[in-house]
T-cell receptor, first 114, second 113 residues
């Protein structure tokens, strides 16, 4: 069974630009969660999508948004990029929505904002 | 708010047992997870506790005490490949009926020969 895939793996953007990251979950998984990981703050929960609806969210500003498609693939968008948005963005998939149980993480997208 | 505390670093000897502690403070506790993360890799799920007590899974066990806001991960028969960061994460209810998960900053375990 193929694991969680994320594209692109690396990205360099300029302050003020916007970026879209993609996540394809494990086949059969309907929940996709997004996380930001930085050395200073650790792993922080952004939001979770299940059945094309945002079901749960963390404490990030509205510049961070996402969506999920009918095939469970998910995208995350960050608008008006700031230097502090430089981080590893991880997505994780699981069978059930809202439980965060037994999540499988993708390899991440490393975003650098200059 | 949410506050999760774990030791920053620990060192243990191959073949030994190590216990990694995690304390948390939350008003809407709804489950605790442990993840392992090797350097440069994504986290992998290790265990889940929602009721008090011990959950055993091979060489790994996780304990929860909800009244004390305390959990530990026990690793037995340590192997060199167990050198990694171990993340404690708490699921709780947030404002508006949402659930969220909050991760601790992780405990970096070094296993030495």
């Amino acid at each position: 069974k193929a694991g969680v895939t994320q594209t692109p793996r690396y990205l360099i953007k300029t302050r003020g630009q916007q970026v879209t990251l993609s996540c394809s979950p494990i086949s059969g998984h309907r929940s996709v969660s997004w996380y930001q990981q930085t050395p200073g703050q650790g792993l922080q929960f952004l939001f979770e999508y299940f059945s094309e609806t945002q079901r749960n969210k963390g404490n990030f500003p509205g510049r961070f948004s996402g969506r999920q498609f009918s095939n469970s693939r998910s995208e995350m968008n960050v608008s008006t990029l700031e230097l502090g948005d430089s981080a590893l963005y991880l997505c994780a998939s699981s069978l059930e929505g809202g439980s965060f149980y037994e999540q499988y993480f993708g390899p991440g997208t490393r975003l650098t904002v200059t | 708010g949410q506050n999760i505390d774990q030791p920053t670093e620990m060192t243990a000897t191959e073949g030994a047992i190590v216990q990694i502690n995690c304390t948390y403070q939350t008003s809407g506790f709804n489950g605790l997870f442990w993840y392992q993360q090797h350097a440069g890799e994504a986290p992998t799920f290790l265990s889940y506790n929602v009721l008090d007590g011990l959950e055993e899974k091979g060489r790994f066990s996780s304990f929860l005490s909800r009244s004390k806001g305390y959990s530990y991960l026990l690793l037995k028969e340590l192997q060199m490949k167990d050198s990694a960061s171990y993340l404690c994460a708490v699921r709780d209810f947030a404002f508006g009926g949402y659930q969220k998960v909050t991760f601790g900053t992780g405990t970096k375990l070094q296993v030495i020969p």
